[in-house]
């Protein structure tokens, strides 16, 4: 299945890393991010949120984008306007983790959005749903909290780590992995040497090997090299 996801999206090339990207219980620290006594612009009128949330639930197409584009550029217009929208996408996505499939183009809407803002403060939502997916899985577009955490990019590593290191379900470890090793960098390798030494899952663990070994890059250190690139998706690949 991972490797179909992988293979799909990337033909066993990650470098061309963004072109794609233009696109488990919740941690409750999600919901408490936003208890901030900050006064709030009044962006939207009365309902228009809740409209829009539901119409980001539908596939995109001119109207979906007509909607997406109204309500980024209200988000940026103020940062009242932002803190608005991004509090309404987090509830909307904290809703919609129940029926994954019912709820898949609102999340991918959503995470865009989010991730269009650099809506840091949704990081614990998004990683909290690292592995969430609309169950088809044939691409790495399917994994929605994913595409946002690795637009989001370094500010994302210290949580990710977190996963990494006590997330008790492989497959979520070697996600988290996967999006540190992408973003790449410094703090990046930093993070999968702490990991490597308690890794307890043996794919997991070659995976970190791997990634380390191929940070060993002279053109671009610390970010994964062209040489390696197919073993190192072939590591991912193990169950």
């Given amino acids: 299945m991972i490797r179909a996801i992988l293979v799909g999206t990337f033909g066993l090339v990650v470098l061309p890393a963004l ?20 006064p709030l612009a009044q962006c939207f009128h009365d309902n228009e949120l809740s409209k829009s949330l539901a119409t980001l639930k539908l596939q995109m197409g001119p109207d979906v984008r007509k909607v997406y584009q109204s309500l980024l550029a209200k988000g940026r217009s103020a940062p009242g306007c932002r803190i608005q929208l991004v509090q309404a996408l987090i509830r909307g996505l904290e809703q919609g ?9 609102l999340w991918q809407n ?5 991730a269009d803002l650099n809506a840091t ?19 790495l577009n399917d994994f929605p909290a994913v595409v946002a955490i690795l637009k989001i990019g370094a500010p994302a590593i ?4 977190t996963v990494l290191r006590k997330d008790s379900v492989p497959h979520r470890r070697k996600f988290a992995a996967f999006c540190i090793v992408y973003i790449g960098g410094g703090q990046a390798k930093r993070a999968l040497k702490d990991a490597l030494p308690v ?13 380390l070994k191929a940070f060993d890059n002279k053109a671009n250190p610390n970010h994964i090299s062209s040489a390696l690139n197919g073993k190192w998706l072939a590591a991912f690949y193990c169950r």
């Fill in 19 to 38: 072109a794609w990207l233009a696109m488990d219980p919740l941690n409750a620290r999600a919901s408490n991010t936003f208890t901030q006594q900050v």
């Fill in 97 to 105: 983790t129940g029926n994954r499939i019912e709820n898949s183009f």
């Fill in 110 to 114: 959503g995470a865009s959005m989010l």
């Fill in 121 to 139: 403060e949704a990081l614990d939502l998004l990683i909290a749903n690292i592995d969430f997916s609309d169950g088809f899985e044939s691409s």
């Fill in 158 to 161: 210290p949580q990710l780590e």
């Fill in 199 to 211: 890794e307890t899952d043996a794919c997991v663990k070659n995976f970190l090997e791997l990634s």
